[in-house]
């Protein structure tokens, strides 16, 4: 007898929509949601609060006067999330020395951030955002429902709290190195 043959109707299809819903989502660029929001190079940077992965609320406004990186990602502990990270993690002092903070956003919770951090030794805040409301002010949230993921998108904010740099297309193994050749220019046109 033939299981999948004698399921019941639609059942053995039920594995491909997540996989599907998935797969939209890790695309470069993701799926869009209808209401697609755009932020340019000088727009004012959407402020937030989020919980990091040790349960401290962080405000984009308590880094005002210094450069924040701020790079979303779709998912903690995958492969191209984690070379992101490690490759952050492993430039976090060149970052520093530059003046810049680094913080780190997904749609994931604060324990599954705080087990990701962990894992691989990160020192920068890990953020929730697992009510999507920073990834939609962003312009950053993709995918399908019921699989909605943070899109591998990064934000250049200068000491004022306005866009300077916005990265839409992102390779993880050399983003961390092309995020710190770009603050290097911005910082030599602001001197």
Known sequence: MDIVRNA???ARY???VPALALLLALLPGGAPLAEEVELKVGDLAPGFTLVDQNGVARNL??????????YFYPKDDTPGCTTEACNFRDDYFALRERGA??????VDSAESHAAFAE???LPFPLLADTGHVVTNAY????GIWPLRLARRET????PQGHIAKVYRSVKAKTHSREVIAD?????AETN
């Open 14 to 16: 039920r594995g491909i």
């Open 101 to 106: 903070r680094v913080l780190g956003v997904s």
């Open 139 to 142: 312009g950053t949230l993709g």
């Open 155 to 158: 934000f250049i904010i200068d």
């Open 119 to 121: 894992k691989y030794g």
């Open 183 to 187: 603050l290097d220019a911005l910082q």
């Open 8 to 10: 019941p109707r639609g």
């Open 61 to 70: 406004s308590e880094y005002r006067g210094e450069w924040v990186v701020l």
